[in-house]
């Protein structure tokens, strides 16, 4: 008698872990789904974001000329 409680109570336990388990599992393919739809959206806004910075890039004409600071200059005229 108690060997047959004993062996139901540990079926009743599996079935439930089991019932649990595909549970997560759904919840994380959900979930999966979701965040490979992000990282579809973002690789796409990373080649967006790459096209603009080579036009970007295409249009650049070099540094741009900055005239030397005068500090230095009005210093060395009123030493001597």
């Known amino acids: 008698m108690i060997r047959t409680v004993l ?3 540990l079926s009743a336990v599996t ?3 089991a019932l649990a388990t595909s549970v ?3 919840t994380n393919h959900a979930r999966g789904q979701q965040l ?3 990282k ?3 690789c796409m806004l990373e080649a967006v974001n790459g096209d603009r910075a080579e036009r970007i890039l295409a249009h650049d004409h070099g540094p ?3 005239p030397a600071p ?3 200059a009005k210093a060395a005229e ?3």
């Open 78 to 80: 009123a030493a001597p």
């Open 24 to 26: 997560v599992q759904a």
């Open 36 to 38: 490979d739809q992000l």
């Open 64 to 66: 741009i000329d900055r």
């Open 40 to 42: 579809e959206e973002c």
């Open 15 to 17: 079935l439930v872990l």
């Open 70 to 72: 005068a500090g230095p």
């Open 7 to 9: 062996c139901a109570a």
